[in-house]
């Protein structure tokens, strides 16, 4: 009876141990299926900026999309030296010479045109002014959870837009687009 006893208990301690065995093994899928899902895909979208207006200009724009924020990287050459304004436009046409074509600011919240972030308002393309160097050369770099590429909110969607900088300066008040002057280069988000 003794050997009958000690069997069972033998067989209980192993049945349990491999149990428990298992509800690790499938505590460490859960976490690694639930990580994955948290985990967002990288998306990128790169364009290039052509020159507008009989500028000079030359550059591209790289947007990347990482864990629910879109960063923009703009670099830009041929353009004077000093301050000049970059916006997101609602059309992703940059046909006409003059850029026209590419329509007003994109302002899918019906907003102000102001400057970033601002309370009063700002559209969602007002991106503002970056620095170009002697050389003709400069880049902006702005992040935001304002933006995403490809996604269904179109309040927020960057593509089937345009990149436009202009040779002048956003003041950041007049409406609707800030006085920045003739747009100078352009390039669609596609």
């Known amino acids: 009876m003794k050997r009958i006893s000690i069997t069972l208990l033998l067989c209980a301690s192993i ?3 491999g149990c428990k065995n298992d509800k690790k093994e499938n505590d460490a899928e859960k976490k690694s299926s639930e990580k994955e899902m948290t985990q967002e895909e990288v998306k990128k979208v ?3 900026i052509n020159p507008k207006s009989g500028s000079n200009l030359s550059g591209n724009a790289v947007f990347t ?3 629910g924020e879109v960063t923009m990287t703009a670099v830009i050459d041929g353009l004077a030296d000093g301050m000049h304004a970059i916006h997101i436009h609602e059309n992703a046409d940059c046909s006409a010479e003059d850029g026209s074509s590419a329509g007003g600011h ?6 102000k045109h102001g400057k970033w972030g601002n309370v009063s308002g700002y559209h969602k393309g007002d991106i503002g002014n970056f ?3 002697a050389n003709g050369n400069g880049t ?3 992040t935001t959870d304002e933006w995403c590429i490809g996604c269904d909110d179109e309040t927020k969607n960057i593509m089937g837009k345009s990149v436009v900088v202009h040779d002048g300066v956003d003041d950041f008040t007049s409406q609707p687009s800030g006085a920045a002057g003739t747009r100078v280069g352009c390039g669609t988000i596609k």
């Open 15 to 17: 049945a349990i141990v």
């Open 46 to 48: 790169t364009l290039k």
């Open 65 to 67: 999309q990482e864990n």
């Open 106 to 111: 994109w302002n899918p919240t019906f907003e």
């Open 131 to 133: 620095k170009v160097d």
């Open 140 to 142: 902006i770099t702005m």
